[in-house]
């Protein structure tokens, strides 16, 4: 059943409830691109990260400390050119579908991560956030109490295994941006039944035009620069980036109070905007992020450019209220593995194994 009203916990016991379709139009009016805007923010991005790229690179014959300064600001560079491939498979960077499709292609060899797969797999998640009866490629691997505890003992260790943050996010993340989205027929396989994939007929396409095209490009750049130094780098980048980018979307979605419910229950508008946080960062780790932390408004109105989400959440201060999270408080979230379907809420093993 649709509900129209919900409460944020700060307002629960008394407080006014936020009209969900008020909010959502509130939203859909900062829908549609600045083109000069946009052209703007790609052109500087991309300018700073090879200036920072070359620096790294010829700076390597001068000093070892050189590129290691220059990691972090450059894996920063990258995963803001990687949300403007993002804004661009949501059709928010440009207000014309041809101007998104070959500009996130292009991105996407920097990134490596091919762009018309990746877009049908996100808006795939987009569509099912939340959803216990149709959990989707696109997610992290999220099972209940109940499915755990019914886990034959093999299975519960294979998910504790894959739940542990170093497995996750410190391997997991590089390993499947570098080496598993190379592989047209490789998707996971999920811990649940009625898992959603995409056909490999469908992406095959797009992930073996960007590796053709992944090597053309680097190996012509390698031509001009050595293949040497230019993998040191862009290979540390590489992995910098992927654990930025892991621990982002871990922490967009895997929060205490997040949203899941049965299809029957499920509401994509309530889905949207209560499975999703917003990761209250410094002024500058959002400039390299774009944006990306205010993801309860982005899921909620997909087609914002990264650009305006702040100005839809400044014009609306409860947006600011709801399922917030701070970089210190983020900290606690790997610690969360299951969902109690009792309690309504993420739960770690030991409170499972404690009852």
Not at 203 to 217: G, R
Not at 249 to 275: C, G, M, P, R, V
Not at 319 to 334: D, M, Y
Request: a neutral charge; proline letters at 5%.
């Amino acid at each position: 059943m649709l509900r129209l009203d919900f409460e944020t916990p700060e307002m629960a016991g008394g407080g006014d409830a936020l009209p969900i379709k008020e909010i959502e139009r509130h939203c859909s009016s900062f829908k549609g691109a600045d083109t000069w805007r946009s052209v703007f923010q790609l052109v500087t991005t991309l300018a700073l990260f090879a200036v920072t790229l070359a620096l790294m690179i010829y700076g390597m014959e001068i000093s070892f400390w050189i590129p290691a300064a220059l990691l972090l600001p450059a894996a920063g560079l990258l995963t803001r050119i990687f949300t403007l491939q993002h804004d661009c498979g949501h059709g928010s960077f440009f207000n014309s579908k041809t101007a998104n499709d070959w500009t996130g292609r292009i991105l996407a060899v920097l990134t490596v991560t091919p762009y018309d797969f990746w877009r049908r797999a996100h808006n795939k998640h987009h569509a099912t956030s939340g959803d216990l009866d149709r959990r989707s490629i696109g997610g992290i691997d999220t099972i209940t109490v109940r499915e755990y505890q019914n886990m034959p003992k093999w299975q519960q260790r294979a998910y504790r295994i894959y739940r542990n943050p170093f497995v996750l996010l410190m391997f997991g993340t590089p390993f499947y941006v570098m080496v598993l989205q190379r592989l047209p027929f490789n998707q996971g396989t999920g811990f649940y039944p009625n898992y959603q994939t995409l056909s490999a007929s469908s992406i095959w396409k797009s992930i073996m035009l960007t590796n053709l095209s992944i090597v053309v490009f680097f190996g012509v750049l390698g031509t001009l620069v050595g293949i040497g130094p230019l993998l040191a780098v862009y290979i540390p980048v590489l992995i910098v980036t992927s654990w930025i980018g892991g621990w982002l979307f871990y922490i967009q979605h895997q929060f205490e109070d997040t949203y899941w419910a049965e299809n029957k229950d499920w509401d994509i508008h309530e889905a949207a905007l209560l499975s999703s946080s917003y990761f209250e960062l410094p002024k500058v780790l959002q400039w390299f992020t774009g944006n990306i932390g205010l993801h309860h408004i982005h899921h909620l109105c997909s087609g914002i450019p990264n650009y305006k989400l702040q100005a839809c959440m400044d014009a609306r201060p409860e947006l600011k209220t709801i399922n917030k999270l701070t970089l210190r408080e983020s900290l606690k979230c790997p610690s969360l593995k299951l969902w109690d379907e009792n309690l309504k809420k993420l739960v770690g093993f030991h409170q499972v194994e404690s009852v």
